[in-house]
């Protein structure tokens, strides 16, 4: 497979991929371009790693990992009214919307390793094992990640949903 046939193929995948782990479309199309950068420099190796999509898509967690350090942890407030969207029932399609931007503003959030985990194993369907060896973590720290981050979650939900 060329480089050309690999991002023809997978780049709606890798974008949707990125959005799961980044949360934030601008940051998702800046990692994944400077991967591709990067994926089509190295061909010849991402290539011979018989998963090559596995391996840029390890290269896309690297990358956002990477530029969350560099850029430092930058706190994103959930405003007023998607917390009071996501409080109101859910009897249109509007509601449904405003409760899933809300939800994600909650998980954008989260510390990035924590939002990684999440995505990982429930996006991309993956056992604690390979979520670890992705993350270079052993498995308990995995779902220690992964327990915090729901328990951070549901702590803000049950606030929201009962007025606190």
Excluded: C
Excluded at 143 to 158: G, I, K, P, Y
């Amino acid at each position: 497979m060329t480089f050309e046939e690999f991002v023809t193929t997978r780049l709606g995948g890798l974008l949707r991929y990125a959005t799961a782990v980044t949360a934030d479309p601008q940051l998702t199309q800046d990692v994944v371009q400077e991967v591709l950068l990067r994926a089509q420099l190295q061909w010849r190796r991402v290539v011979a790693a018989d998963q090559p999509e596995a391996y840029v898509k390890r290269m896309v967690l690297n990358e956002y990992l990477s530029w969350r350090r560099r850029l430092g942890r930058r706190a994103q407030p959930v405003p007023d009214e998607l917390i009071a969207a996501r409080a109101a029932p859910a009897e249109d399609h509007a509601a449904a919307l405003a409760e899933r931007s809300a939800m994600i503003s909650l998980i954008a959030g989260l510390p990035p390793r924590q939002r990684a985990v999440l995505a990982l194993r429930y996006y991309e369907g993956l056992a604690d094992a390979q979520i670890a060896d992705m993350l270079g973590l052993s498995e308990a720290t995995v779902r220690s990640h992964a327990a915090r981050a729901l328990a951070a979650l549901r702590a803000v939900t049950t606030e929201v949903v009962h007025g606190g």
